[in-house]
């Protein structure tokens, strides 16, 4: 199993470009989730789907932000206009199973994400 | 939501055991404990998850008091490997995983 894809490994853009981050999820799961993580905020939950569809975008900062999941296997992440404060890894990360089931306990499976430097 | 509580940073040596405790208090009766770890500059880990009972796998093993307000991982052999950020999470209903900012754990040769 080849894991949860991300690309690109590492991105520098300049401030007001576009940035679009990529996700192949584990195939067969069910639920992708999207994280930042910097130093001073730690590793935060942005978004996350259920069999593609959007269930919790509460944690998605601002309106420049966007998550899309066109299918089961492809999910993208794209920040438009970007700021330097937006600088961290972001984490793509896929579960077997479906997400909002109380007791049930699911794996998050996290790829090696993507190092995003806004100039 | 139920929160836990772990020490900022612990030392082992090499091939001794790690122990590393995580305090749950409010976790409610659904509520799983989850164990991640992250190595520098790579993507969180999966350890290990429990509801009640003690569980054990391969990485590592997950003692929860009774009362589940509770619990340690238990690295049996701790190597310089280890060395790591680890994450003790209380899983909510809703599926999300909430970080803290986890244990520091140096392995010493």
């Known amino acids: 199993d080849a894991g949860v894809i991300q690309s690109p490994r590492h991105e520098v853009t300049e401030m007001g470009q576009e940035v679009t981050l990529r996700c192949k999820p584990i195939?067969?799961?069910?639920?992708l989730f999207w994280y930042r993580q910097t130093m001073m905020r730690g590793l935060e939950l942005l978004i996350y789907?259920?069999?593609?569809?959007?269930?919790?975008d509460s944690g998605m900062p601002e309106d420049r932000f966007s998550a899309k999941m066109p299918n089961a296997s492809f999910s993208t992440l794209k920040i438009q206009p970007s700021e330097p404060r937006d600088s961290a890894v972001y984490f793509c990360?896929?579960?077997?199973?479906?997400?909002?089931?109380?007791?049930?306990?699911?794996?998050?499976?996290f790829g090696p994400g993507t190092r995003l430097t806004v100039l | 939501d139920a929160k836990t509580t772990q020490p900022t940073s612990m030392d082992c040596a090499e091939g001794r055991a790690a122990n590393l405790p995580c305090n749950h208090s409010?976790?409610?009766?659904?509520?799983?404990v989850y164990w991640y770890r992250q190595i520098h500059s790579q993507g969180p880990q999966y350890i290990i998850h429990?509801?009640?009972n003690n569980e054990t796998n391969e990485m590592a093993s997950l003692i929860i008091t009774e009362d589940r307000k509770s619990s340690t991982l238990i690295l049996p052999h701790a190597t310089l490997r280890d060395t790591a950020v680890y994450y003790c999470?209380?899983?909510?209903?809703?599926?999300?995983?909430?970080f803290g900012q986890g244990t520091t754990l140096q392995v010493k040769p």
């Open positions: 990360a896929s579960s077997p199973a479906g997400g909002g089931l109380a007791g049930v306990g699911d794996t998050q499976y």
């Open positions: 195939s067969g799961h069910n639920s």
């Open positions: 789907f259920n069999n593609n569809v959007p269930i919790d």
């Open positions: 409010t976790i409610s009766g659904n509520e799983y």
């Open positions: 429990g509801l009640k």
């Open positions: 999470i209380v899983k909510r209903n809703t599926g999300k995983l909430i």
